[in-house]
Each structure stands twice: as structure tokens, then as C-alpha cells.
Nanobody, 124 residues
Framework: QVQLVESGGGLVQAGGSLRLSCAAS????????VGWFRQAPGKEREFVAS????????YYAESVKGRFTISRDNANNTSYLQMSSLKPEDTAVYYC?????????????????WGQGTQVTVSS
């Protein structure tokens, strides 16, 4: 069982930046790929970014490409989502998720473990 805990959310003005963290409870964190997803009120869960086990390969949704950066620190069992040039439409609860095997995926159904989410609110 892997527990994930997100942190770093908050209220920011449009154009600002935030860095989200996702701390994992497993010593085998490097054997999992990590994905970040978000869900706004009344909308479906949306893929944001994914990173493979080593951090060598990343994948982004078109809506965040060039503004968000996903990374990971396997020594500290943590993944990060650096968000810049934030827009009001980025407002959502952000979740990190982990899937065994190390390969990336944009499909939320392929992730076995989820954090509780952290709220990001971008004001205009």
C-alpha cells in the first residue's frame, strides 16, 4: 500500500506560481510512475502531467505545456509540480497518483494510489 500526501496548494493571483509536492510513503517509490490530475467543480477529472520512474520522461496536457513542470526526487520519495503563469482556469483540486511498473499514463484508471488532493485557486 502506498500513501500519497499532496501539499503546496493555495490562493494565487493570475500570472503567479505555485509548487505542489507529493510525498510517498514507500521505499520503492522509484518503481512507480507518477501522474498529476486535477478536478474543478462540476467537471471531470483531468490529466495534467506524468513522469516515468526515473524522471527521464515526462508528458503534459496541452493546456499546461510550457507552464507546468513535473519532476521527482526518488531519494526523498517526492514528486513536484511546478506551476507558473497560472490562469483562473487552472483553479481545481490537484491530485497526485502513482502506478506500479514505472511507465507513464494519462489515463487516471491506470493509477492505483491517490492522494487526498490540494486546492489551487487562481484569482483574476
Amino acid at each position: 500500500q502506498v500513501q500519497l500526501v499532496e501539499s503546496g496548494g493555495g490562493l494565487v493571483q493570475a500570472g503567479g506560481s505555485l509548487r505542489l509536492s507529493c510525498a510517498a510513503s514507500t521505499r520503492t517509490f522509484s518503481s512507480y510512475a507518477v501522474g498529476w490530475f486535477r478536478q474543478a467543480p462540476g467537471k471531470e477529472r483531468e490529466f495534467v502531467a506524468s513522469i516515468n520512474w526515473s524522471g527521464g520522461t515526462t508528458y503534459y496536457a496541452e493546456s499546461v505545456k510550457g507552464r507546468f513542470t513535473i519532476s521527482r526526487d526518488n531519494a526523498n520519495n517526492t514528486s513536484y509540480l511546478q506551476m507558473s503563469s497560472l490562469k483562473p482556469e487552472d483553479t481545481a483540486v490537484y491530485y497526485c497518483a502513482a502506478r506500479p511498473g514505472g511507465g507513464m499514463s494519462y489515463d487516471f484508471r491506470s493509477y492505483d494510489y491517490w492522494g487526498q488532493g490540494t486546492q489551487v485557486t487562481v484569482s483574476s
